[in-house]
Nanobody
Framework: QVLLGASGGGSVQAGGSLRLSCAAS????????MAWFRQAPGKERESVGL???????KHADSVKGRFTISQDNAKNTLYLQMNSLKPEDTAMYYC????????????????????????WGQGIQVTVSS
């Protein structure tokens, strides 16, 4: 059973930093594509960025230069380092994943755009006060 265990988050003042983690377990395929999304109250879920196990990374324009997605292969963990946080970053953050036997980045990008990942972690609340 594939599980995504998300952690981190909390409350911070504007300009501060937080780091979210998403640990994947229970998968057997050797390649993965993982992503972060967020949803603010009353708004649609939006993408934050994606990362595949070969190191390809994409950040949404709204977070470029402030947020960084990285991984720790040994720990099967994806991170979202969030710097220079703004009140508009306040949202519930979710990690998501897909797994394949071989690398398939076009598929990864497709599920990212469609927000159609098969596996999702629990939401983590991030609150940024002004």
């Amino acid at each position: 059973q594939v599980l995504l265990g998300a952690s981190g988050g909390g409350s911070v003042q504007a300009g501060g930093s937080l780091r979210l983690s998403c640990a994947a377990s229970g998968y057997t395929d050797s390649w993965y594509c993982m992503a972060w999304f967020r949803q603010a109250p009353g708004k649609e879920r939006e993408s934050v960025g994606l990362f595949d196990s070969d190191g390809a990374v994409k950040h949404a324009d709204s977070v470029k230069g402030r947020f960084t997605i990285s991984q720790d292969n040994a720990k099967n963990t994806l991170y979202l380092q969030m710097n220079s946080l703004k009140p508009e970053d306040t949202a519930m953050y979710y990690c998501a994943a897909e797994f394949r036997v071989v690398r398939d980045f076009p598929y990864c990008l497709s599920v990212y755009i469609r927000q159609a990942f098969g596996y999702w972690g629990q939401g983590i609340q991030v609150t940024v006060s002004s």
